[in-house]
């Protein structure tokens, strides 16, 4: 690069700020983002390459890079790179040395291209948007509160109000209140978030309650709206909003299941038919979207101490109160209330935990345990098989 026509420009490049360039050097580069530009919409169908300089002038090292183009620290540090010609070290981000002591060969001559690239992403790019259901309280109020103090604009859904003091938090908050029961509603919401604000990165699914009872004596239409607001909504949110978010260039889908998606216990029948089914149908979503970028991950919690305890409990009793099945109902009754609220059960920190680490990840594991018991709920099922595990359950019920 010639530096004398770089400092006759006086324009430092944007990226690595330290050498100038020219206009026509500049005017090269643009030409050749023009079309990338406006897919993102940074510029409009008319626009062209002088348009894109005047969003972000780079020297000619920043747009034509090589791949190995960072010095390796020893302490495993890739956060200092290398200016465009001199090959100058900055400071190492993790041991601060200056130049690093211990670094490989240089075998390149600028930053890399997708570093640029990123650069420029980040001056257009909106605040990260995301969607989580049953945000008015639990887990889903946690998760909200992390992802505000991360700077995304939220969209919390629940049937019950969202309490004040999260709208209180930032005025990125949407609230909006309504039942994941109702397919019409589920629509309209999506069309509002992709109308208002383009979509959204994030989309974390953790509505959702336990029906529980002898599968005899729920009647079918209870027995459908467990898999409605458990399954259902999930899958028809996921539908709606794929479009804008394969858009966006990526995003993160995580679904919340539980260990009875993959370990069943008394009288929980319809309730671990609706998290078998959104366990399948992730690990299925999952594949069909690596391609876009989006990854997708099961949280599996084991007994949490959250309102939804309540609501299995009082199900199960209403389900099985003058049966054939009561006296066994009473049973599973007391199994159930020690598992959610004695020592085994855990806080909802501790979903929330691995939800962010699902969200923020680079690489994000298909499945996530969380609770004191999960490991030991699954580990012990795939250990003893379906007979032996079957003794072990009615062994509790005796």
Known sequence: MDKLKMAACGVNCNLCGQYKVTAQQDMKAAEGLVDWYRSQGWIGEDEGAEAVMAKAPLCKGCWNATDDCFFKCGCGSRDFRVCCTEKKIGHCGECGDFPCKHYKKFAGEAYHHKIAKEYLMSLHTKPKVALVTGAAGGIGLLTAQKLLEDGYTIWCVDKSPIPKKLQGINSGVISVQLDLNDAADIDALCERIVAETGGVDVIVNNAGYGQYGPIETVPMETGRRQMEVNFYAPVRIIQLLLPSMRARGGGRIVNISSVAGKVYSPLSGWYCASKFALEGITDCLRIELKPFHIGVSLIEPSPIKTAWS?????????????????????????????????????GADAVVKSIMKAINAKNPRPRYLAGKIAGVSVVSKAMLGDRLFDTAMNSQLK
């Open 310 to 346: 309540e609501g299995a409990k009082a199900s199960l009793l209403e389900a099985s109160e003058g049966t054939a099945y009561e006296e066994f109902g009473r049973k599973a009754y007391g199994l159930l209330a020690g598992a959610t609220g004695g020592g085994a059960a855990s």
